[in-house]
């Protein structure tokens, strides 16, 4: 009996430490590494917390107002039910976490944060920077990340969610010529990464909610490095939510992943140079040998950069990419971009409005609409197999001084361009800067021209139209304009989907992370039905009777609510709100910069406050209905 006993007690004693959470505290401005880390005697240093072991269901809070410099190495992992949990507590602004640490006589760190070989965490409400301006030992001068996850050994390391963040000021030593390919593609600087070597995975990672401006180069770069031969790739990757603020290069790069999603974000200005340092090269996503990577409901606009720099570019040997549902608008180089070796990558239901305006003496293909490219590693002879370009709506409409032409190159096997409007006026051109069309079956039918557009290219589609497509409101320059009128001759005039033509079907069952992306299209851009049983419309509307969809959220309205300048800056302008609405002004990270009534008359929104760049969310509210829509400030 004694010895029962004596067991049950052992048993419980066990199960409760396993059960155990730790809670940590730190302030920089109040704490001290001898008190005990809770929220009354709090930690100071990063130092502290690096040498502190964790466990599943622990959670280390950073002071809100306070900033930490140095580093922080994580130490112990969470499991799926209890992961680790790192945040904020306190009022104020969010907890700076900075690798750089001038007072350190070492030099500023690699990264603020390292997470290596440790899973199972959730960090939010943290800002994380790390400007480097001093060499450190052991640490490239060209290298700097905000908060680097690293899978260094066999086996696979799951589940990390960061959620609410902001990254900012990120920053190598000293600036790369970006046109050296040697060196930009050796110059690592980004945010966020994610980096599995020698035969690790990352697996399940979704970043949601978040803020990243200021970067030197990279927003979220997920990479694995085993080796070109090697099948390891990071796996079930969701990027949703964020917006991506001037940032130097790329906003995210997927690099060696299988299953991707990307997903209602908004990238203003990669490849911005508003930091001397900044690279000033990027495409808002940019995905090299990956599978399954879907891009999806996503705003691309003013991409820079004096290569690539195209809304959204599919690099070499990837299979199966879907870039859909996207805005792209003022991207200096241009619509489409496909390099050698792809397998169906697919661009659908897109709307394109003045892209490809580069002008670069120095090299020849400087600005496409669109452009198959059959190099990898600069190496030509690889052309992708099986790419998709339909269904998209492609504007250029600028005048005088402002108009530009672009190119249209494919070099590719299998191509299909069918069912797009592809439009250029008021002095503008497609295709005439140059046309190359290297693709022994080609395939080109059922799109609808207008105005100045490369004339050997258009004559390749026997079905063709060439007629105004009626745009509903052109002059609006946002992409609720480019719907097209009752009259329009796009309407039914599409190819159906169906043999050489079908919809490419989407690998949903790949993974959990697709569960709410279908298979093959049932909508257009603008929400309107796509029925296997007609036919379908030219262009990213498919709207039969001249029906206007003028806000994405409008269906939850009685009124039909929208935004006429969505880019503010001292005044939000509304159509169509003719009841009285509770309003708020909420920035991101959802705290609210304004608030109040707008009477059934008004219809403007006078900023009391001048507000930072970025993006906010415009909430109306009575008691029938709820409207919630983005704004950028500009």
Not at 276 to 296: E, L
Not at 336 to 346: C, D, P, T
Not at 498 to 513: L, Q
């Amino acid at each position: 009996m004694y010895k029962q006993i004596n067991y049950q007690v052992v048993v419980l004693l066990l199960s409760f430490s396993l059960c155990a959470q730790n809670q940590y505290y730190l302030s920089s401005s109040t704490g001290n590494d001898n008190n005990n880390g809770s929220q009354t005697q709090p930690w100071k240093t990063l130092s502290k917390i690096s040498n502190t072991t964790l466990g599943p269901g622990d959670t280390v809070y950073f002071k809100k107002g306070d900033t930490f410099r140095g580093h922080y190495v994580v130490n112990g992992s969470g499991t799926e039910q209890s992961p680790i949990t790192f945040t904020a507590y306190g009022t104020g602004n969010q907890p700076v976490i900075s690798g750089s640490d001038h007072d350190d006589g070492g030099g500023d760190y690699r990264e603020a944060i390292l997470v290596e070989n440790e899973d199972n965490m959730i960090f939010e409400d943290l800002e994380i920077q790390n400007h480097r301006t001093t060499s450190r030992s052991n640490v490239g001068d060209l290298v700097s990340f905000g908060i680097q996850v690293i899978s260094s050994s066999a086996g696979t390391k799951n589940n990390f969610t960061f959620r609410d963040m902001t990254f900012k000021n990120v920053y190598g030593l000293y600036w790369v010529d970006p046109s050296n390919q040697s060196e930009f593609n050796a110059f690592e600087v980004s945010g966020l990464t994610f980096k599995s070597s020698w035969g690790g995975i990352i697996n399940n990672v979704v970043v949601e909610d978040s803020y990243f401006t200021d970067l030197q180069r990279i927003g979220i770069h997920i990479k694995n490095t085993s080796g070109k031969t090697s099948d390891k790739r990071n796996t079930n990757i969701v990027v949703r939510r964020n917006e991506f603020f001037q940032i130097g290069g790329t906003c995210v790069l997927p690099i060696r992943t299988e299953n991707c999603l990307i997903e209602n974000n908004i990238f203003n200005q990669p490849g911005a140079k508003t930091n001397d340092k900044m690279i000033g090269r990027g495409s808002a996503v940019w995905n090299w040998y990956s599978i399954n990577t879907i891009v999806q409901y996503n705003q691309a606009i003013n991409a820079k950069g004096i290569l690539d720099s195209h809304g959204i570019h599919v690099d070499h040997s990837n299979i199966d990419t879907f870039i859909q549902y996207n805005l792209m608008q003022d991207c200096e180089g241009g619509f489409v971009e496909i390099l050698g070796g792809n397998q169906r990558a697919v661009y659908r239901f897109n709307i394109s409005i003045n892209d490809g305006w580069r002008v670069n003496p120095n090299w020849t293909n400087s600005d496409h609409t669109i452009w198959l490219n059959d190099k990898i590693g600069g190496q030509s002879g690889h052309p992708s197999y099986d790419s998709y370009i339909y269904n998209n709506t492609i504007v250029i409409n600028k005048s005088g001084n402002d108009a530009f032409d672009t190119a249209i190159d494919i070099n590719g096997q299998n191509t299909r361009i069918f069912n797009n409007i592809i439009y250029a006026v008021n002095g503008s051109g497609i295709g005439n800067q140059q046309g190359n069309y290297n693709d022994p079956n080609l395939m080109m039918t059922n799109n609808l021209f207008f105005g100045n557009i490369r004339n050997n290219f258009k004559t390749i589609d026997a079905n063709r139209i060439e007629v105004d497509p009626q745009f509903y409101d052109e002059d609006r320059a946002d992409q609720y304009g480019f719907q097209i009128g009752a009259s329009s001759q796009a309407i039914d005039a599409g190819a159906a989907y169906a043999g050489d033509y079908a919809h490419p079907a989407i690998p949903v069952g790949a993974s959990t992370i697709f569960a709410n992306v279908e298979e093959y299209p049932t909508v257009d851009f603008f929400g309107h039905s796509l029925s296997g049983d007609s036919t379908p419309n030219i262009g990213a509307s498919n709207a039969k009777n001249g029906e206007i969809t003028l806000s994405n959220k409008s269906d939850l309205l009685t009124d039909i609510v929208y935004i006429q300048n969505p880019m503010i800056s001292e005044k939000v302008v509304l159509f169509g709100a003719n009841k009285s609405y509770q309003y708020a002004l909420v920035d991101i990270l959802g705290r609210t910069k304004q608030q109040g009534f707008l009477e059934a008359s008004q219809n403007e929104i006078i900023l009391d406050q001048i507000l930072s760049s970025g993006v906010y969310l415009l909430k109306l509210e009575n008691k029938a209905n709820t409207l919630i829509t983005k704004i950028l400030v500009n």
